[in-house]
Each structure stands twice: as structure tokens, then as C-alpha cells.
């Protein structure tokens, strides 16, 4: 279509305009034509990851030469560009990463994505979705306000509980206590905030980054048992009472990420009522567990907390990125983070049902990130979804009785949501992180070490179904053996 010019442009304006409308765009045929290339990889990545190293270091210096160089000029061929930077990205950045997805990747904790959330991701992304104000997206805003209802009916959280997608357990922890804080400090102080040792360390630099004083910040200690009490987090509280401390919020963990333990939720909830707290618990990874009968007796309780957070992209299989907060108390979002300037009036939603998700986080912008998990249970059903669940937590009990009948090793912590530590009693802390360190360089599979009691363990994080027995078996004999070298 010719363009048209107003009169009385200035030249520098005008010769502006002479740029083509359809600068950044490419044909239909060839858009299709790369997409095709781009799903290609990816099917070729989930098909063949068995057969490739579960994490891969690269070189700094290989990398920056094969992906650096001075700011590219393009060559007049965008098709040409793009099919060669997507073979430059496929070749080198993609194999040199930590694949949270191989079936033997037990370090940390695994993202072993469905490949419905893939499809959804991809949806999303392609279609710039955005789910912020009700007006500018009321199609992904619904899709996020129903997986949020989906997730509570999954985990059996209170009727009435209110949630929004994060990208990660980091804000959304942060997020969560925000709400805690403006709930439970009317006066505009902090209050005292109970820890314990195994908390993930993301959450008290969440609290120290925004606002809380670090006295206010109670680390309290867990003993031999990895799991914050009742009993523990009470004599902090009347200790802080008798020196004139308001008592705020207990941050507890269902799943810890050295041991996969449980804080003791109910006595907690009872011991929060009673002093008027906020309970908050993290179970980013350990959360999903409550969507089957073992993982929701281990979390019992968690139908009584304040806000929970829990990450889809660990154990409800989704890509990078998605984390929810769910609070239990009906408007504690939006009374923390809403807002309303002039220039947001015309897509405000106005009533209830017409929500804005800007206003239940510190976040504006928001992309549609619930596409991917309501495809996934769209496509798997809860049901499955479940059973792949619950397959992790028995993926740990078997890593267990290997560890157990090996005579050179010991289990330190027991299967617990998925997670294992164990060690080998005749090797120092040294040997333990050669060895971890000896298997992933090797390819065979990624496990990580931790310290519990003052010594180096040995980790497996066993939430990926498509992990086999067979996966196990030869981990373990492969980390006996490496300790048993040179002994």
C-alpha cells in the first residue's frame, strides 16, 4: 500500500518514513518454512536426550568466539540470517547448559518439561500474550485465573484462594511476603520473620532486598532432623515477646531443597493463629507433591497456610519459566500491589470478575504464562499428571534401597518428596564432591553435592518421569565405584 505524507514534515522525519513498513517482517512461507526447522530441533532434542550429557560446561573463551563477535550489520538476507544464527544457537549455545529435563539430571532440582507446556510456551510467545490489565488481555487473563483455580482444586487448598504466575520461586516468595508484610504491618514496620537453616537462602535475601531489618530476620536452627518445629519456632516468638518484638510471619518449607523434609505445617498453622502470624510456605519444588494421597500425608496441613508458593517448571513439568503464589485471604494480592494512574483507566478491569494480574505483584508487564499448564492439563489430565508425580517420590525410595544395599555407602537423609542424600562413611568431604563432580563431567548423569551435619553428602533429586530404574542403577554403582577409587 503507497504511503501518504503530510505536507509540512521536515526532511529528517520524512526520510524516516521511507523505511518499508514491513522492515522486521518476513514472508508467510518463510516464517513457516524456519518455524518447522525450530520444532525440528526441538523434537530432536527431547528424542535424543539419553544420548547426550545431562550438563555440559563450555569453555568461555570457545563460546564467545563462536557466539561474540562486533554487533552484526545483516547481509541484506534476513531468511539466510535467521536459518544461521538458529544453526549457530542450536550447535553451540544449546548443548552447553545444565538439561533439567534428562532423564538423568539429580542435581538441584530437575525441570522436566511436558511437551504440551512446550506447545503452549511457543503459543504464547508467538502470539505476544499478555495478561495484565483485563482490557489489554482478557483472553490470558482468564486462562491464568482458571490454571490458578486448577492448582487449588489440585492441591486441596481453601475454596476462595487467590493466585498469580511468577516467573520463579525467587519473586515469588518475595511477593507472597509482601502481601504477609502489608497484612500483618499496618504500622508500616516489618515485624519479626521466623527462618530456619534449611530455607532456601533466595528467601532471606528477598526479605533483606526489600525492606525487612536483619534483626528482624529469625534463622532458626533444625537439628539432626532438617525440619523446622513448632517447638522451635515458639520459644523464638516468647523470647521476642518479652523484649517488646512484634511477632510477623513464619516462612516455612515443604520440601527443603538439601533434604526434601517437611516443616511441621499443622503445629505451625496452630502456633501462627494462636500469635496472630502470617504463615507463609515455600514449596517450590515440594508443593505438587499434594496432588497425590503419599505427597499430601507428608504435607499435611498445607490446606491451613496463609500463601504458598510451589514452581510449575520444577515438578508439574513446564517450561522455564512459571511459579505461583497462592494466598488463602481473598484480596491480600491486590490491597499490597494495586495500583491505578491515569494512563491505565481505559483497560482497568472495574469489577470483579474483570481482574488485572498487574495488581497482584510488583509486575506490569506480565506475558501470558499460564498457556503452557493449561494446555498441559488439558492434554494429560490430572490423573496423569499425578502419576508422574508420584513416580519421583518412588524414583527416591528406589535410589534408597540401592544406596542401602551397598555396603561401602550409607544413607544419610531418606527418601523424602523426591529427594535422597547419602555418602560413602570411609571418604572425606573431598572425595565426596570429586566424585559428583567425576560423574557429571563424565556425561552419564548430573548430581549434586550438599552439607548436612557438618559433612559432604552425596544428592539425588529424582522428579523426572522419564527417569528409569535403570537410570538409578547405574548412577549409583557409578558414584560407589568413583568413591571407592583410591580408598
Known amino acids: 500500500m503507497r504511503e501518504t505524507f503530510a505536507p509540512d514534515l521536515d526532511e529528517g522525519t520524512r526520510r524516516s518514513l521511507d523505511v518499508p513498513p514491513d522492515l522486521l517482517d518476513l514472508p508467510p512461507d518463510e516464517m513457516r518454512r524456519l518455524g518447522h526447522v525450530v520444532v525440528d530441533l526441538v523434537v530432536d532434542h527431547l528424542a535424543g536426550l539419553r544420548e547426550r550429557p545431562a550438563l555440559l560446561a563450555g569453555d568461555p573463551a570457545t563460546l564467545r568466539a563462536a557466539l561474540g563477535g562486533p554487533l552484526p550489520q545483516g547481509t541484506g538476507d534476513p531468511a539466510g540470517d535467521l536459518a544461521a544464527g538458529l544453526d549457530v544457537l542450536a550447535t553451540t549455545a544449546v548443548p552447553y547448559q545444565q538439561h533439567g529435563d534428562h532423564p538423568r539430571y539429580f542435581a538441584r532440582v530437575p525441570g522436566p518439561s511436558s511437551f504440551a507446556g512446550v506447545l503452549g510456551e511457543w503459543l504464547a510467545t508467538g502470539t505476544q500474550s499478555i495478561a495484565s490489565s483485563w482490557g489489554g488481555g482478557a483472553g490470558p487473563t482468564t486462562v491464568e485465573l482458571v490454571v490458578v483455580e486448577w492448582l487449588r482444586e489440585a492441591l486441596e487448598l481453601a475454596p476462595g484462594t487467590e493466585g498469580v504466575l511468577q516467573s520463579g520461586g525467587s519473586t515469588a516468595n518475595v511477593t507472597a511476603l509482601l502481601a504477609a508484610r502489608h497484612r500483618t504491618s499496618p504500622d508500616g514496620t516489618t515485624g519479626v520473620v521466623y527462618l530456619s537453616d534449611q530455607t532456601h537462602s533466595s528467601i532471606a535475601r528477598g526479605l533483606l532486598s526489600t525492606g525487612w531489618a536483619p534483626d528482624d530476620v529469625r534463622v532458626l536452627p533444625t537439628g539432626d532432623r532438617y525440619a523446622l518445629t513448632a ?213 552419564w548423569a548430573a548430581v549434586s553435592s550438599t552439607v548436612l551435619g557438618g559433612r559432604a553428602v552425596l544428592r539425588l533429586c529424582t522428579i523426572n518421569p522419564r527417569t528409569t530404574t535403570a537410570d538409578l542403577d547405574g548412577t549409583v554403582a557409578r558414584l560407589s565405584a568413583l568413591l571407592s577409587a583410591d580408598a
Open 231 to 443: 517447638d522451635a519456632v515458639r520459644t523464638a516468638v516468647v523470647a521476642d515477646l518479652a523484649a517488646g518484638r512484634r511477632p510477623a510471619v513464619v516462612v516455612a518449607t515443604a520440601g527443603t531443597t538439601n533434604t526434601g523434609r517437611v516443616d511441621d505445617l499443622d503445629g505451625l498453622a496452630d502456633l501462627c493463629a494462636e500469635h496472630a502470624m502470617w504463615l507463609h510456605v515455600d514449596g517450590a519444588y515440594g508443593g505438587p507433591a499434594a496432588v497425590t494421597p503419599r505427597g499430601r500425608a507428608a504435607l499435611a496441613g498445607l490446606h491451613r497456610v496463609d500463601s504458598l508458593v510451589i514452581d510449575p517448571h520444577k515438578w508439574l513439568f513446564q517450561p522455564y519459566d512459571l511459579a505461583c503464589v497462592l494466598v488463602r485471604r481473598p484480596g491480600a494480592l491486590e490491597a499490597a500491589f494495586a495500583m491505578h494512574p491515569e494512563y491505565l483507566a481505559d483497560v482497568q478491569g472495574g469489577d470483579p470478575g474483570r481482574v488485572d494480574l498487574h495488581n497482584r505483584s510488583l509486575e506490569l508487564t506480565r506475558r501470558g504464562r499460564a498457556f503452557k499448564l493449561w494446555l498441559t492439563f488439558r492434554t494429560y489430565g490430572a490423573d496423569r499428571v499425578a502419576a508422574a508425580v508420584d513416580r519421583g517420590i518412588g524414583l527416591a525410595e528406589y535410589a534408597q534401597a540401592l544406596v542401602e544395599a551397598d555396603p561401602s555407602l550409607e544413607v544419610v537423609t531418606g527418601a523424602s518428596l523426591g529427594v535422597l542424600t547419602f555418602a560413602a562413611p570411609a571418604r572425606d568431604d573431598a572425595a565426596h564432591r570429586a566424585a559428583a563432580a567425576a560423574l557429571t563431567a563424565s556425561g
